[in-house]
């Protein structure tokens, strides 16, 4: 396995069950983690607050995992920023043990290899899964005019625009006010 933060060497677990270590850590995220509109950036810090606990078939990993993430509003694309905090449980199985044997490789099981256990892809995917897909900046957001664009919650309050269907333009054009046949 590749030497990231991600990655914790679990020999110094008893392989008793009911044994158990905790371990809090801070890292630097190599890449992006989390949704297309909100995530902890690159380079950003990761800190993990984590009990590991020895279990029949493995390791068992519960704690936190928390960032800081940067993003912007789906709707008026102003930037945000939120703290996050993700709750993880997962069990590591050790090497031949009866989950490992039982369980097919289609299954979602984490495994225990060479005596380490990598934490980068259920971090990954706890925060995929706790961010929302269409974060915003306030719950009432009204976004962005969708004819020229302006923030709507900076615009005037009677902001509209007179649209013609193309269908019609060209007798719109004919029939103006004040116009030779107007009955106004």
Known sequence: MTDSGFVIDVRSVPRRAGSMIEKAWTIQTPERLGAEMLGIPAGGDVSFDLRLESVNEGVLVTGTVGGHAV????????????????????????????????????????????EEIDLEQVVIDAIATDLPLSPLCTEDCPGLCQTCGIKLADAEPDHHHDLIDPRWAKLADKIKPGAEGDSK
């Open 71 to 114: 993003g912007q509003c789906s709707r008026c694309l102003d930037p945000i920023e939120d703290d996050i905090t993700v709750f993880l449980t997962e069990l590591f199985a050790y090497p031949n043990s009866a989950t490992d044997k039982t369980a097919s490789e289609e299954e979602d099981l984490e495994r225990i290899i060479d």
